[in-house]
Structures are given as C-alpha cells and as structure tokens.
C-alpha cells in the first residue's frame, strides 16, 4: 500500500526556516513525480511546489523565492525547504503524487507560523 508519512512541521516566526519531510513509498517514488501541497484553515488544498521524477521543479507564485523542494532518491524523500515563513504559509502541508494525488494521504504536518 502506497503510503505518505510527512514529518517536520513546527512553530515558527515570521522570517524563520522550516524544512519538511515526507518518506514515501518505494513503488511510488521510483517513478513518478511528487509534490507537497498544503491546506490552510477553510481553504481548499492547493499544490505548492513539484519536483518530477527527473528532477525539475516549479513552485505556485505564493512560495516562488521562498521554497525549494528536493528529493533524496536513495531515501525514498522528498524534503521542502521553507524560509521567509509568513503569517499565510500557515497549515497543514502534505506530499502526494504530482500531477494527480493518490486518493490516501497522509496525516500531513502542521506548520504554524506566528509572532
């Protein structure tokens, strides 16, 4: 069974760093690309930034700047680097197959950023 598990979320100020993790399944990572969305309080999911299997990324305008996504093909992990945190980068962040998400994910980590 395909599986998510996302790890690294915290409490941060504004202006501070966070780096996420999700290890995800072997079946999964060896061949298709994978993304980390999140979800803010009564908002709807959205993707924030994509890394494809080869490699290439893209960030929503929301991140561009701030973010960097990456994977580690040996580990089976797809890391989000986040700094210049800001009070909206707040919620809970998943990682699911791009550009179409499983249908399990996650328990996801809370990010919370605040002064």
């Known amino acids: 069974q395909v599986q998510f598990v996302e790890s690294g979320g915290g409490l941060v100020q504004p202006g501070g760093s966070l780096r996420l993790s999700c290890a995800a399944s072997?079946?999964?990572?060896?061949?298709?690309?994978l993304g980390w969305y999140r979800q803010a309080p009564g908002n709807q999911r959205e993707l924030v930034a994509a890394?494809?299997?080869?490699?290439?990324?893209n960030y929503s305008d929301s991140v561009k700047g701030r973010f960097t996504i990456s994977r580690d093909n040996a580990k089976n992990t797809v890391y989000l680097q986040m700094d210049s945190l800001k009070f909206e980068d707040t919620a809970l962040y998943y990682c699911?197959?791009?550009?179409?998400?499983?249908?399990?994910w996650g328990q996801g980590t809370k990010v919370t950023v605040s002064s």
């Open positions: 890394i494809t299997s080869g490699g290439s990324t």
């Open positions: 072997r079946s999964i990572f060896k061949i298709y690309g």
């Open positions: 699911n197959r791009i550009p179409t998400p499983m249908s399990n």
